[in-house]
Protein backbone atom coordinates (compact mmCIF):
# COMPACT_ATOMS: atom_id res chain seq x y z
CA UNK A 1 0.00 0.00 0.00
CA UNK A 2 1.49 3.36 -0.58
CA UNK A 3 2.29 5.73 2.09
CA UNK A 4 1.39 9.47 1.66
CA UNK A 5 4.86 10.15 0.56
CA UNK A 6 5.23 7.69 -2.04
CA UNK A 7 2.27 9.37 -3.37
CA UNK A 8 4.09 12.14 -3.63
CA UNK A 9 1.74 14.13 -1.02
CA UNK A 10 3.46 17.25 -0.10
CA UNK A 11 5.20 17.49 3.46
CA UNK A 12 7.87 19.79 4.21
CA UNK A 13 10.96 18.62 4.20
CA UNK A 14 13.59 19.59 7.40
CA UNK A 15 15.71 22.03 5.12
CA UNK A 16 12.82 23.89 4.40
CA UNK A 17 12.05 24.42 8.59
CA UNK A 18 14.24 27.37 8.77
CA UNK A 19 12.80 29.35 5.89
CA UNK A 20 9.44 28.61 7.00
CA UNK A 21 10.23 29.40 10.69
CA UNK A 22 12.09 32.62 9.47
CA UNK A 23 8.65 33.47 7.73
CA UNK A 24 6.41 32.83 10.72
CA UNK A 25 8.79 35.64 12.55
CA UNK A 26 8.96 37.70 10.25
CA UNK A 27 5.13 37.49 9.81
CA UNK A 28 4.96 37.94 13.78
CA UNK A 29 7.04 41.01 14.18
CA UNK A 30 5.19 42.76 11.47
CA UNK A 31 1.61 41.77 12.07
CA UNK A 32 2.86 42.89 15.90
CA UNK A 33 4.62 46.54 15.07
CA UNK A 34 1.05 46.79 12.87
CA UNK A 35 -1.45 45.96 15.65
CA UNK A 36 0.76 47.73 18.09
CA UNK A 37 0.81 51.50 16.56
CA UNK A 38 -2.89 50.91 16.15
CA UNK A 39 -4.01 49.54 19.46
CA UNK A 40 -4.84 52.44 21.90
CA UNK A 41 -3.12 50.98 24.96
CA UNK A 42 -0.30 49.53 22.61
CA UNK A 43 3.26 49.82 23.86
CA UNK A 44 4.78 53.53 23.43
CA UNK A 45 8.38 52.42 22.13
CA UNK A 46 10.32 54.85 24.38
CA UNK A 47 9.18 55.61 27.80
CA UNK A 48 7.13 58.33 28.35
CA UNK A 49 8.14 60.00 24.53
CA UNK A 50 5.16 61.66 23.19
CA UNK A 51 5.52 61.76 18.99
CA UNK A 52 7.26 64.57 18.09
CA UNK A 53 9.95 65.39 20.94
CA UNK A 54 13.18 64.45 20.35
CA UNK A 55 14.61 60.83 22.10
CA UNK A 56 15.48 60.86 25.25
CA UNK A 57 18.88 59.72 26.41
CA UNK A 58 18.52 56.96 28.96
CA UNK A 59 20.61 57.64 31.96
CA UNK A 60 22.38 54.70 34.23
CA UNK A 61 19.53 54.60 37.07
CA UNK A 62 21.48 55.85 39.95
CA UNK A 63 18.97 54.92 43.16
CA UNK A 64 19.91 57.44 45.95
CA UNK A 65 18.47 55.91 49.36
CA UNK A 66 18.24 57.81 52.47
CA UNK A 67 18.74 55.77 54.90
CA UNK A 68 19.45 58.68 57.83
CA UNK A 69 16.75 60.60 59.41
CA UNK A 70 19.54 63.57 59.01
CA UNK A 71 19.22 62.73 54.98
CA UNK A 72 15.11 63.12 54.94
CA UNK A 73 14.82 65.97 57.02
CA UNK A 74 16.49 67.65 54.06
CA UNK A 75 14.23 66.11 51.84
CA UNK A 76 11.47 67.04 53.50
CA UNK A 77 13.01 70.47 53.45
CA UNK A 78 14.06 70.63 50.10
CA UNK A 79 10.05 69.52 49.26
CA UNK A 80 8.41 72.34 50.88
CA UNK A 81 10.94 74.63 49.27
CA UNK A 82 9.72 73.28 45.96
CA UNK A 83 12.86 72.01 44.71
CA UNK A 84 12.33 68.22 43.40
CA UNK A 85 14.92 66.01 42.77
CA UNK A 86 14.26 65.91 38.70
CA UNK A 87 14.93 69.33 37.82
CA UNK A 88 13.51 70.06 34.33
CA UNK A 89 15.62 72.15 31.75
CA UNK A 90 13.64 74.89 29.77
CA UNK A 91 11.49 73.11 27.57
CA UNK A 92 10.30 70.63 29.89
CA UNK A 93 12.51 67.46 29.24
CA UNK A 94 14.31 65.97 32.26
CA UNK A 95 17.56 66.51 32.79
CA UNK A 96 18.47 63.15 33.78
CA UNK A 97 16.25 59.68 34.24
CA UNK A 98 17.82 58.95 37.75
CA UNK A 99 14.98 57.88 40.45
CA UNK A 100 15.06 58.63 44.16
CA UNK A 101 14.03 56.07 45.80
CA UNK A 102 12.29 56.03 49.55
CA UNK A 103 11.79 53.84 52.30
CA UNK A 104 8.01 53.40 53.96
CA UNK A 105 9.57 55.35 57.27
CA UNK A 106 10.52 58.11 54.60
CA UNK A 107 7.27 57.89 52.89
CA UNK A 108 4.94 57.67 56.06
CA UNK A 109 6.31 60.93 57.13
CA UNK A 110 6.22 62.31 53.67
CA UNK A 111 1.97 61.09 53.49
CA UNK A 112 1.56 62.03 57.15
CA UNK A 113 2.95 66.02 56.32
CA UNK A 114 1.23 65.64 53.32
CA UNK A 115 4.30 66.76 51.73
CA UNK A 116 3.99 64.37 49.07
CA UNK A 117 0.70 62.56 47.47
CA UNK A 118 0.91 58.52 47.39
CA UNK A 119 0.64 56.81 43.80
CA UNK A 120 -0.59 52.94 43.86
CA UNK A 121 0.56 51.98 40.17
CA UNK A 122 -0.89 48.52 40.35
CA UNK A 123 -3.84 47.39 38.27
CA UNK A 124 -7.13 48.85 39.51
CA UNK A 125 -7.97 45.39 40.55
CA UNK A 126 -5.16 44.87 42.90
CA UNK A 127 -6.03 48.66 44.45
CA UNK A 128 -9.54 47.83 45.30
CA UNK A 129 -8.33 44.17 46.84
CA UNK A 130 -6.17 46.87 49.19
CA UNK A 131 -3.79 49.72 49.29
CA UNK A 132 -1.90 51.71 51.51
CA UNK A 133 -4.50 53.93 52.95
CA UNK A 134 -4.36 57.21 51.75
CA UNK A 135 -3.00 56.27 48.34
CA UNK A 136 -4.21 57.31 44.97
CA UNK A 137 -5.08 54.35 42.21
CA UNK A 138 -3.14 55.49 38.90
CA UNK A 139 -2.27 51.90 37.07
CA UNK A 140 0.56 52.15 34.72
CA UNK A 141 -2.15 50.63 32.04
CA UNK A 142 -4.46 54.58 32.41
CA UNK A 143 -5.49 55.84 30.14
CA UNK A 144 -4.87 59.95 28.51
CA UNK A 145 -7.96 61.02 29.72
CA UNK A 146 -7.11 59.64 33.90
CA UNK A 147 -3.53 60.75 33.52
CA UNK A 148 -5.38 64.45 32.23
CA UNK A 149 -8.00 64.10 35.75
CA UNK A 150 -4.90 63.05 37.88
CA UNK A 151 -2.63 66.08 36.84
CA UNK A 152 -5.47 68.38 37.12
CA UNK A 153 -6.00 67.35 40.59
CA UNK A 154 -2.63 67.13 41.56
CA UNK A 155 -0.43 70.18 39.64
CA UNK A 156 2.98 69.29 38.72
CA UNK A 157 4.84 70.90 41.13
CA UNK A 158 3.00 68.35 43.98
CA UNK A 159 5.77 66.40 44.56
CA UNK A 160 4.33 62.33 44.30
CA UNK A 161 5.27 58.86 45.71
CA UNK A 162 5.04 55.91 43.46
CA UNK A 163 4.56 52.69 44.85
CA UNK A 164 3.68 49.22 43.14
CA UNK A 165 3.41 45.69 44.80
CA UNK A 166 7.23 44.84 46.12
CA UNK A 167 10.65 46.04 45.58
CA UNK A 168 10.94 43.04 42.09
CA UNK A 169 7.91 44.84 40.42
CA UNK A 170 9.68 47.27 37.80
CA UNK A 171 6.26 49.05 37.03
CA UNK A 172 6.54 52.24 39.80
CA UNK A 173 9.73 52.89 38.32
CA UNK A 174 7.85 52.75 34.58
CA UNK A 175 4.97 54.99 35.97
CA UNK A 176 7.39 57.53 37.98
CA UNK A 177 9.14 57.87 34.84
CA UNK A 178 6.04 58.46 32.92
CA UNK A 179 5.38 61.03 35.21
CA UNK A 180 8.00 62.88 34.91
CA UNK A 181 8.25 62.67 31.03
CA UNK A 182 4.53 62.33 30.12
CA UNK A 183 2.95 64.69 32.39
CA UNK A 184 6.00 67.16 33.38
CA UNK A 185 5.78 65.43 37.48
CA UNK A 186 9.08 67.89 38.77
CA UNK A 187 9.22 65.65 41.84
CA UNK A 188 8.71 61.91 41.71
CA UNK A 189 10.18 59.23 44.20
CA UNK A 190 9.62 55.80 43.53
CA UNK A 191 8.90 53.48 47.21
CA UNK A 192 10.38 50.57 46.23
CA UNK A 193 9.48 48.19 49.22
CA UNK A 194 5.92 49.05 47.90
CA UNK A 195 2.87 47.08 48.97
CA UNK A 196 4.59 44.30 50.26
CA UNK A 197 7.00 46.02 52.52
CA UNK A 198 3.48 48.09 53.83
CA UNK A 199 1.86 44.59 54.66
CA UNK A 200 4.81 43.81 56.76
CA UNK A 201 5.32 46.68 59.26
CA UNK A 202 1.53 48.20 59.23
CA UNK A 203 -0.32 45.56 57.33
CA UNK A 204 -0.66 43.24 60.29
CA UNK A 205 -1.38 45.41 62.85
CA UNK A 206 -4.48 46.74 60.64
CA UNK A 207 -5.16 43.17 59.81
CA UNK A 208 -5.24 42.17 63.23
CA UNK A 209 -7.74 45.09 63.90
CA UNK A 210 -10.08 44.24 61.34
CA UNK A 211 -9.81 40.79 62.58
CA UNK A 212 -10.38 42.05 66.48
CA UNK A 213 -12.94 43.81 65.41
CA UNK A 214 -14.81 41.12 63.23
CA UNK A 215 -14.55 38.72 66.21
CA UNK A 216 -16.58 41.40 68.36
CA UNK A 217 -19.92 40.22 69.25
CA UNK B 1 4.03 1.94 21.31
CA UNK B 2 1.04 0.73 19.67
CA UNK B 3 0.55 2.97 16.38
CA UNK B 4 -3.10 3.92 17.45
CA UNK B 5 -2.12 4.93 21.23
CA UNK B 6 1.32 6.89 19.33
CA UNK B 7 -1.26 8.92 17.51
CA UNK B 8 -3.25 10.23 20.08
CA UNK B 9 -0.96 10.67 22.10
CA UNK B 10 0.93 12.86 19.69
CA UNK B 11 -2.48 14.40 18.58
CA UNK B 12 -3.27 15.29 22.18
CA UNK B 13 0.29 17.18 22.66
CA UNK B 14 0.03 19.18 19.58
CA UNK B 15 -3.77 20.22 20.40
CA UNK B 16 -2.75 20.77 24.13
CA UNK B 17 0.76 22.89 22.52
CA UNK B 18 -1.87 24.58 20.27
CA UNK B 19 -4.45 25.64 22.77
CA UNK B 20 -1.91 27.13 25.45
CA UNK B 21 0.00 29.04 23.14
CA UNK B 22 -3.01 30.09 21.58
CA UNK B 23 -4.60 31.45 25.18
CA UNK B 24 -1.04 32.65 26.24
CA UNK B 25 -0.82 35.13 23.03
CA UNK B 26 -4.36 36.21 23.62
CA UNK B 27 -3.39 37.18 27.16
CA UNK B 28 -0.73 38.95 26.09
CA UNK B 29 -1.99 40.69 23.50
CA UNK B 30 -4.95 42.17 25.66
CA UNK B 31 -2.78 43.71 28.15
CA UNK B 32 0.69 44.41 25.89
CA UNK B 33 2.07 46.99 28.87
CA UNK B 34 1.62 44.28 31.15
CA UNK B 35 3.61 42.01 29.17
CA UNK B 36 6.17 44.12 28.40
CA UNK B 37 6.45 45.08 32.44
CA UNK B 38 6.89 41.48 33.25
CA UNK B 39 9.77 41.04 30.17
CA UNK B 40 11.19 43.62 32.35
CA UNK B 41 10.97 42.13 35.86
CA UNK B 42 13.32 39.14 34.22
CA UNK B 43 16.15 41.49 34.02
CA UNK B 44 17.56 40.49 30.93
CA UNK B 45 21.15 41.93 29.75
CA UNK B 46 19.51 43.09 26.53
CA UNK B 47 18.79 46.51 25.30
CA UNK B 48 15.19 47.80 25.97
CA UNK B 49 14.18 48.45 22.18
CA UNK B 50 14.62 44.40 21.95
CA UNK B 51 12.75 43.77 24.84
CA UNK B 52 10.07 46.19 23.75
CA UNK B 53 10.06 44.81 19.95
CA UNK B 54 9.80 40.73 21.60
CA UNK B 55 6.86 41.92 24.18
CA UNK B 56 4.91 43.59 20.52
CA UNK B 57 5.92 40.41 18.17
CA UNK B 58 5.72 37.35 21.06
CA UNK B 59 2.21 37.42 21.42
CA UNK B 60 1.61 37.44 17.40
CA UNK B 61 4.02 34.28 17.07
CA UNK B 62 2.30 32.37 19.49
CA UNK B 63 -0.51 32.69 18.18
CA UNK B 64 0.39 31.75 15.01
CA UNK B 65 2.20 28.15 16.39
CA UNK B 66 -0.87 27.95 18.29
CA UNK B 67 -3.40 28.27 15.35
CA UNK B 68 -1.28 26.09 13.19
CA UNK B 69 -0.69 23.81 15.66
CA UNK B 70 -4.40 23.01 15.97
CA UNK B 71 -5.17 23.12 12.46
CA UNK B 72 -2.86 20.40 11.70
CA UNK B 73 -0.86 22.88 8.92
CA UNK B 74 2.88 23.67 8.81
CA UNK B 75 3.41 21.37 12.13
CA UNK B 76 6.83 21.20 11.62
CA UNK B 77 7.65 24.59 11.37
CA UNK B 78 5.23 25.50 14.29
CA UNK B 79 6.79 23.02 16.27
CA UNK B 80 10.45 24.52 15.49
CA UNK B 81 9.34 27.96 16.68
CA UNK B 82 7.64 26.54 19.86
CA UNK B 83 10.27 24.97 20.59
CA UNK B 84 12.75 27.82 20.30
CA UNK B 85 10.42 29.98 22.30
CA UNK B 86 9.96 27.50 25.18
CA UNK B 87 14.10 27.43 25.32
CA UNK B 88 14.10 31.12 25.52
CA UNK B 89 11.21 31.37 28.24
CA UNK B 90 13.32 28.71 30.13
CA UNK B 91 16.27 30.23 29.76
CA UNK B 92 14.88 33.69 31.43
CA UNK B 93 12.71 31.84 34.06
CA UNK B 94 16.04 29.66 35.03
CA UNK B 95 18.04 32.71 35.41
CA UNK B 96 15.48 34.44 37.09
CA UNK B 97 15.38 31.65 39.74
CA UNK B 98 19.22 30.82 39.85
CA UNK B 99 19.44 34.45 40.61
CA UNK B 100 16.63 34.77 43.54
CA UNK B 101 14.77 37.08 41.08
CA UNK B 102 11.00 37.66 42.56
CA UNK B 103 9.34 37.76 39.43
CA UNK B 104 5.85 37.36 41.00
CA UNK B 105 5.26 40.64 41.69
CA UNK B 106 1.72 40.32 42.59
CA UNK B 107 0.22 42.65 39.99
CA UNK B 108 -1.18 39.77 37.65
CA UNK B 109 -4.08 37.99 39.32
CA UNK B 110 -5.32 34.95 38.39
CA UNK B 111 -8.97 36.38 39.00
CA UNK B 112 -10.41 33.97 36.09
CA UNK B 113 -9.80 31.12 38.54
CA UNK B 114 -11.37 33.21 41.60
CA UNK B 115 -7.98 33.72 43.26
CA UNK B 116 -7.00 36.63 45.13
CA UNK B 117 -3.92 38.46 44.95
CA UNK B 118 -2.09 37.35 48.15
CA UNK B 119 -3.61 33.94 47.84
CA UNK B 120 -1.00 31.14 48.84
CA UNK B 121 -2.08 29.52 45.51
CA UNK B 122 -1.38 32.50 43.56
CA UNK B 123 1.90 33.08 44.81
CA UNK B 124 2.66 29.44 43.37
CA UNK B 125 1.26 30.13 39.97
CA UNK B 126 3.20 33.21 40.01
CA UNK B 127 6.31 31.51 41.48
CA UNK B 128 9.23 31.74 39.02
CA UNK B 129 9.74 27.83 40.17
CA UNK B 130 6.21 26.68 38.98
CA UNK B 131 7.28 29.01 35.45
CA UNK B 132 10.39 26.95 35.17
CA UNK B 133 9.26 23.61 35.19
CA UNK B 134 6.11 24.04 33.58
CA UNK B 135 8.33 25.33 30.71
CA UNK B 136 10.60 22.93 31.12
CA UNK B 137 7.39 19.80 30.23
CA UNK B 138 6.05 21.90 27.70
CA UNK B 139 9.81 22.07 25.96
CA UNK B 140 10.36 18.45 26.71
CA UNK B 141 6.71 17.69 25.20
CA UNK B 142 7.28 19.77 22.03
CA UNK B 143 10.98 18.31 21.63
CA UNK B 144 9.93 14.96 21.62
CA UNK B 145 6.97 15.83 19.20
CA UNK B 146 9.00 17.86 16.91
CA UNK B 147 11.72 14.74 16.89
CA UNK B 148 9.16 11.95 16.24
CA UNK B 149 7.74 14.20 13.48
CA UNK B 150 11.36 14.69 12.10
CA UNK B 151 12.50 11.51 12.26
CA UNK B 152 9.68 10.47 9.78
CA UNK B 153 11.25 11.56 7.49
CA UNK B 154 14.92 9.72 8.32
CA UNK B 155 13.19 6.48 8.32
CA UNK B 156 9.93 6.02 6.82
CA UNK B 157 7.68 3.96 8.71
CA UNK B 158 6.52 0.63 7.16
CA UNK B 159 3.28 1.68 5.04
CA UNK B 160 0.36 0.77 7.48
CA UNK B 161 -3.34 1.71 6.74
CA UNK B 162 -3.24 4.40 9.58
CA UNK B 163 -0.65 5.71 7.47
CA UNK B 164 -3.34 7.41 5.13
CA UNK B 165 -5.12 9.61 7.77
CA UNK B 166 -3.97 13.12 8.34
CA UNK B 167 -0.65 12.69 10.79
CA UNK B 168 -1.19 14.17 13.67
Known amino acids: ?217 | MNINLEINVRTSVRCLLGFLFLWAAVSKAANPTEFLASIYAYDLPLPRPILQLAAVALPWLELLCGLLLLANLYVESALGCVVALLILFLAATGQAWFRGLDIACGCFQFGFLGLSPSASATKFLESVAFAFFRNLVLTVAAGWLLWERIAEFRQPSPPVSTQLAPHP
Open chain 1, 1 to 217: MNTPKELGIARQMPPRLTRQMAALLALSIALGVAFNAVNPIGIKYSVGISSGTPPLREAPAVRISHSTNGAYQNELLSLTLNEGPNQTRPGGMPATTSLQTTTWAETKAFISTQAAVLVDARPATAFAAGHIPGAVSLPFTTTAADLAEFQRRHDPRTPLIVYCANAACPIADYMAKKLISDAGYQSVRVFTGGYGEWQRTEGIQTAGATLQARMQP
